[in-house]
T-cell receptor
Framework: DAGVIQSPRHEVTEMGQEVTLRCKPI?????LFWYRQTMMRGLELLIY????????DSGMPEDRFSAKMPNASFSTLKIQPSEPRDSAVYFC???????????FGSGTRLTVV | KQEVTQIPAALSVPEGENLVLNCSFT??????LQWFRQDPGKGLTSLLL?????REQTSGRLNASLDKSSGRSTLYIAASQPGDSATYLC??????????????FGTGTLLAVQP
């Protein structure tokens, strides 16, 4: 299994631009999570999906952030418009519902200048 | 509200030493606890998962224990090696309400093993 796959690995964009982060969960996992990691706040859950349905988006910081999961093998996190304070590492994780553990992707390092 | 604390924040040991990393959580109602390793600029690698009904889990030189009633977990690393240098994170999965899918992370312990 290739694990959770995220793209791109690094993204540098100018303030105001739209940014789209992508994630492919592990095949068979039915829960998908988007986390953000910063030095100041550590790892924060932004949103999670269960069977492709958004369950809890209370961690999404603002309306500029949106996430979709059109099918069981793909999810996107979009920031529009981006701001310098959005600079962070964004992780995607997946899990099989139940007592299993989480598997994280390698992350996307986003820099907004 | 569940809070997870890791002590120490940083640790430096000589190669070969056995060491213990600590994790404490404020609410004992948990599904499970997971230990991760994060190398600089990399993602999180799962090390051990302990269910709430378990007391410990072992993988190679790693042993994790869980004392739910006291809100504590420890990660024991035997015969440490320079390759063990990384940040170690513990994460708790709450066991009730709508929060059962939200992993709550500690702030991590930065480990440096000196050759």
């Amino acid at each position: 299994d290739a694990g959770v796959i995220q793209s791109p690995r690094h993204e540098v964009t100018e303030m105001g631009q739209e940014v789209t982060l992508r994630c492919k969960p592990i095949s068979g996992h039915n829960s998908l999570f988007w986390y953000r990691q910063t030095m100041m706040r550590g790892l924060e859950l932004l949103i999670y999906f269960n069977n492709n349905v958004p369950i809890d988006d209370s961690g999404m910081p603002e309306d500029r952030f949106s996430a979709k999961m059109p099918n069981a093998s793909f999810s996107t996190l979009k920031i529009q418009p981006s701001e310098p304070r959005d600079s962070a590492v964004y992780f995607c994780a997946s899990r099989l519902t139940g007592i299993g553990g989480y598997t994280f992707g390698s992350g996307t390092r986003l820099t907004v200048v | 509200k569940q809070e997870v604390t890791q002590i120490p924040a940083a640790l430096s040991v000589p190669e070969g030493e056995n060491l213990v990393l600590n994790c404490s959580f404020t609410d004992s109602a948990i599904y499970n606890l997971q230990w991760f390793r994060q190398d600089p600029g990399k993602g999180l690698t799962s090390l051990l998962l302990i269910q709430s009904s378990q007391r410990e889990q072992t993988s190679g030189r790693l042993n994790a224990s869980l004392d739910k009633s006291s809100g504590r977990s420890t990660l024991y690393i035997a015969a440490s090696q320079p390759g063990d240098s990384a940040t170690y994170l513990c994460a708790v999965r709450p066991g009730y309400g709508g929060a059962t899918n939200k992993l709550i992370f500690g702030t991590g312990t930065l480990l440096a093993v000196q050759p």
